[in-house]
């Protein structure tokens, strides 16, 4: 039976890595360099509804001390919610140049048609783009900006982590904390450094421009990976910020984590199925039970070890969340639920998407919008 062991001893295998990868990241990430002005920038935010903290969100951008920057806003409904909150940050920055841009478009991903049109009414040769519900640290602009100081850098993004207001997303931010960053810092570590975060994507204008623009994408779910990797392939090298976001899940609950959660599984497994497949060694607990059911107490003990110590080295450590050393005891639990997660995620096409239901193409193109017929009514 100690075959049964081996999974075991590769999810250790692969946790020990990521404690590798955790301890260079902590070395490696130095401080940013000082911006001399020139580097204005232009924030692009596609905005869909009011998420949790949404004002928090927008004002830690607004209120960052650099020398030249602008926030351009791109809705599809005029009478989106998110406008209040928009209109209040205007009044309270009368000094910082706030844009609210109505967008029409057709494009297969809307986030991106409305990108597409908030790229070309942008003043700055730095282009950042981010998540409605990203809450930005200080010095965050000044952080993420740096590295492009470096011609043969295309592209910065960054870390995050989750804050939470139910079990459900405290679920999800440990899993964010625990499991995630994890795989980041192992696929960076192993070379694979071609893809970008929605938590934030800062590139260059004329970069934009020569992979296509944003319509070169319209047609993914998947725009930051997308993007990450249509610049690496233009000789670009992708780095990561010494700085990391926060994104606020609020009080969702289980259905609503089974759905995102669900949504991230399929979307990555059609964008990289190999990845997707290759990270079913990184089940450390259910592989600690396998082991522990064949009696091989040592591999159970060695997976989830290593799982427990590499999850609050790089929760607590690297992300700085605070939760994680008091919900360290559930990663078990969540670790079963992401397994789940991961075997819905092999089967289906279709993602809950905001409010609208996606149809995916094995290559991870929107196929169609999942259209419900109408209800009948009879008189």
């Not at 003043?123 to 809450?135: A, F, K």
């Amino acid at each position: 039976m100690i075959w049964l062991a081996i999974p075991a001893v590769a999810a250790a295998a692969y946790y020990l890595l990521a404690i590798v990868a955790a301890l260079r990241w902590r070395r490696h990430m130095t401080a940013p360099r000082s911006c001399d002005g020139t580097l204005s920038v232009s924030i692009l935010k596609p905005v869909h509804g009011r998420d949790p903290k949404f004002y928090e969100a927008i004002f830690s951008h607004a209120a960052q001390e650099y020398p030249e920057f602008e926030i351009l806003f791109g809705v599809s409904d005029p009478r989106d919610p998110a406008l209040e909150d928009i209109r209040r940050l205007k009044r309270e920055f009368p000094g910082r140049r706030v844009e609210i841009v109505v967008v029409e478009t057709n494009a297969p991903n809307a986030k991106v048609g409305v990108l597409a049109e908030l790229a070309k009414r942008a003043r700055y040769p730095l282009l950042l783009v981010n998540d409605s519900d990203i809450v930005a640290p200080p010095g965050y602009l000044r952080a993420v900006t740096a590295p492009l100081a470096d011609p043969k850098v295309g592209l910065v993004t960054c870390l995050y982590r989750g804050a939470a207001d139910s079990w459900a997303s405290r679920c999800e931010a440990l899993g964010i904390a625990t499991e995630f960053a994890p795989s980041v810092l192992v696929a960076r570590l192993l070379g694979q450094a071609e893809f970008a975060l929605g938590s934030t994507m800062v590139f260059r204008a004329e970069t934009l421009r020569r992979m296509g623009g944003f319509e070169t994408i319209a047609q993914y779910l998947a725009d930051d990976y997308q993007l990450g990797r249509h610049i690496s392939e233009l000789g670009y090298r992708i780095e990561f910020a010494p700085v990391v976001v926060e994104t606020g899940l609020g009080g969702e609950s289980w259905a609503q984590t089974w759905r995102h959660q669900l949504r991230w599984a399929r979307t990555i497994r059609v964008s990289r199925p190999a990845g997707y497949f290759g990270y079913v060694v990184t089940h450390a607990t259910l592989w600690a039970l396998v082991a522990l059911a064949a009696r091989q107490w040592w591999a159970a003990a060695l997976a989830l070890g290593l799982r427990m110590v590499a999850g609050v080295v790089v929760g607590a450590g690297v992300l700085g969340d605070r939760r994680v050393a008091k919900d360290f005891w559930l990663m078990p639990l969540r670790d079963l639920f992401g397994f789940a997660v991961w075997l819905a995620g092999l089967f289906g096409h279709t993602v809950q998407w905001r409010d609208r239901e996606l149809r995916l193409h094995p290559d991870g193109r929107i196929h169609a919008e999942v259209r419900k017929p109408e209800p009948i009514y009879h008189h």
